[in-house]
């Protein structure tokens, strides 16, 4: 009997003994529940956010206000808007299940500097797993003031995928005013919208939109905006 080695198990090769059969049989079964096992694995790390995500926009369609999670390229597009020479914090709001928060980590923020907000219990426990490291706070970012009180005037990033459009103006609004009374003076506010034409964030607050980056790929397409907040 010969052996080799594939997809990490060994493999050996039948040479004709009733022996060499019920191994070969054996490998055989090994190797198909290996398969198995693996398809599983892959299958719950992509179907659970899917799951916990569809579950909250039943829940709450204006808050969620998206039909599924953001892709990988809309993820990178709002973490190459980060500006990373502020070495001040960056707050991630509306973190969902996470798809932006693993392209912040991964575009080099550091775990430490970074604090994730996110409204709902069910994804925050999510969201806890997915990162145990990270600060991640449940609470409303209409009180995004008094939740990172300690931390005001300390934040030079603010990546939002808050569903501004979908909430009434009147909420949007306070939201914003809270986000603006937390940016440092000189920081940044990156806000991704589905609506392709308007800014995401209503023009009356005179803030200035540096750049803007259409997203394709991505469902539905979306863009995103960078703001730069000063306070002169
Ligand atoms: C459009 S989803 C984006 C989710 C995730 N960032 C992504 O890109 O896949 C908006 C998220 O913001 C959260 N959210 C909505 N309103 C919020 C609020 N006032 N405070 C904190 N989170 C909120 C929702 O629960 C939802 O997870």
């Known amino acids: 009997m010969h052996s080799e080695k594939a997809q990490g198990v060994v493999i050996k090769t039948f040479s004709g003994s009733p022996t060499g059969l019920r191994d070969m049989i054996n490998q055989g079964f090994r190797l198909v529940h290996l398969q198995i096992k693996r398809l599983q694995r892959n299958t719950h790390r992509r179907v659970m956010p899917l799951r916990e995500f569809s579950e909250e926009l039943l829940r709450a369609p204006h808050h969620v206000g998206a039909v599924c999670p953001s892709s990988k390229s ?3 597009a709002m973490a190459e808007a980060i500006n990373l020479t502020d ?4 707050i ?6 996470g798809s932006i928060t693993q392209a912040l980590l991964q575009q080099g ?3 430490n500097r970074l604090i994730v907000l996110e409204r709902s219990e069910a994804l925050v426990r999510r969201l806890r797993q997915r ?6 706070i449940q609470g409303d970012a209409a009180d995004l003031p008094t939740l990172l009180r300690d931390q005001c005037q300390d934040i030079g990033n603010v990546v939002s995928s808050l569903p501004l459009r979908s909430l009434k103006p009147v909420a949007a609004d306070a939201i914003i005013a809270g986000i603006l009374d937390t940016l440092a003076d000189g ?3 990156i806000q991704f919208t589905y609506d392709l034409r308007r800014p995401s964030v209503p023009e009356h607050f005179g ?3 540096v750049t803007t980056r259409r997203v394709w790929a991505n469902l539905p397409p979306a863009r995103v905006d960078v703001f730069d907040y000063r306070l002169t």
Request: hydrophobic residues 45%; positive net charge; charged residues 20%.
């Open 74 to 76: 809309l993820g990178l």
């Open 87 to 90: 070495d001040r914090l960056v």
């Open 92 to 97: 991630e709001l509306g973190a969902g299940t």
């Open 109 to 111: 923020v550091p775990a």
């Open 131 to 136: 990162f145990p490291t990270l600060t991640i």
């Open 187 to 189: 920081g940044r506010l």
């Open 207 to 209: 803030l200035r939109r």
